[in-house]
């Protein structure tokens, strides 16, 4: 089944509204003719701005991040409503920085992957081993875990996109090759499969979220399981256009 292409951009805690502002502006004529969707997603207070700057193109801009209750004592935390206030439609769910610094686990993804998906927001939910447990043979363990676990309750799983990030391949300029990335998100569609359906499975967008960039993109989105990627430091840059032109 064809599934149609997705590049995300993260832009983690970087950019001001008028470097933003600058970057989505020069960045609009050059992914005009995209064939795949295009993301942003960007700092929660940078969002009505940048809304703002990709008006009119084929850039969505999404957020880093959602709290899964709807209000209340969340000092810091943003609701799915306030990010439906300005349009937003895709959210990343569970970054491996999330789990790193701010204690995200499996249960809390969990929770705010439903609470998402209950408020018609695509959650892109990232899943990911670090070297330690790559290293130790245990990646298809850890990915089992965090699919399951985090996952948890989700009836419709097409709603949702998930990213592999191989947690030792970001931001270290390292990558995975074209060939383990596919082995591994492979076993992740393996994986939903065996927990959804096979036909399910085959409609869920799989993205590489290992430092791809422009040198490494087409290799990569060439992998027949490999439905785009979701970029971060590639994304601060006109670079980016690049890669959401992978096939031309």
């Given at each position: 089944?064809?599934?149609?292409?997705?590049?995300?951009?993260?832009?983690?805690?970087?950019?001001?509204?008028?470097?933003?502002?600058?970057?989505?502006?020069?960045?609009?004529?050059?992914?005009?003719?995209?064939?795949?969707?295009?993301?942003?997603?960007?700092?929660?207070?940078?969002?009505?701005?940048?809304?703002?700057?990709?008006?009119?193109?084929?850039?969505?801009?999404?957020?880093?991040?959602?709290?899964w209750a709807g209000s209340g004592a969340y000092t810091g935390e943003i609701?799915?409503?306030?990010?439906?206030?300005?349009?937003?439609?895709?959210?990343?769910?569970?970054?491996?920085?999330?789990?790193?610094?701010?204690?995200?686990?499996?249960?809390?993804?969990?929770?705010?992957?439903?609470?998402?998906?209950?408020?018609?927001?695509?959650?892109?939910?990232?899943?990911?081993?670090?070297?330690?447990?790559?290293?130790?043979?245990?990646?298809?363990?850890?990915?089992?875990?965090?699919?399951?676990?985090?996952?948890?309750?989700?009836?419709?799983?097409?709603?949702?996109?998930?990213?592999?990030?191989?947690?030792?391949?970001?931001?270290?300029?390292?990558?995975?090759?074209?060939?383990?990335?596919?082995?591994?998100?492979?076993?992740?569609?393996?994986?939903?499969?065996?927990?959804?359906?096979?036909?399910?499975?085959?409609?869920?967008?799989?993205?590489?979220?290992?430092?791809?960039?422009?040198?490494?993109?087409?290799?990569?989105?060439?992998?027949?399981?490999?439905?785009?990627?979701?970029?971060?430091?590639?994304?601060?840059?006109?670079?980016?256009?690049?890669?959401?032109?992978?096939?031309?």
């Amino acid at each position: 089944m064809s599934r149609k292409a997705f590049i995300a951009g993260n832009w983690k805690m970087n950019m001001t509204v008028a470097s933003g502002t600058k970057l989505i502006t020069e960045l609009k004529p050059l992914v005009k003719e995209a064939k795949c969707d295009v993301c942003l997603c960007v700092p929660a207070i940078l969002i009505p701005a940048m809304t703002k700057a990709a008006k009119g193109s084929k850039i969505k801009i999404g957020a880093e991040n959602m709290h899964w209750a709807g209000s209340g004592a969340y000092t810091g935390e943003i609701s799915a409503d306030m990010l439906k206030d300005y349009g937003v439609k895709y959210v990343i769910i569970g970054h491996s920085e999330r789990r790193q610094y701010f204690g995200e686990n499996n249960d809390t993804v969990n929770q705010r992957t439903l609470a998402a998906l209950k408020n018609e927001l695509t959650p892109i939910v990232c899943i990911g081993e670090t070297l330690s447990e790559r290293s130790a043979g245990d990646t298809e363990k850890v990915l089992s875990r965090q699919l399951e676990f985090g996952l948890h309750g989700v009836e419709d799983v097409k709603q949702l996109v998930i990213a592999y990030e191989p947690v030792w391949a970001i931001g270290t300029g390292q990558t995975a090759t074209d060939e383990q990335a596919q082995e591994t998100i492979k076993f992740i569609r393996k994986k939903l499969s065996k927990m959804f359906s096979v036909k399910d499975a085959n409609r869920v967008r799989i993205l590489y979220g290992g430092s791809m960039n422009a040198g490494n993109c087409k290799g990569l989105m060439a992998q027949p399981d490999i439905d785009g990627g979701l970029i971060g430091g590639a994304s601060l840059k006109l670079d980016f256009a690049k890669i959401v032109n992978f096939d031309k």
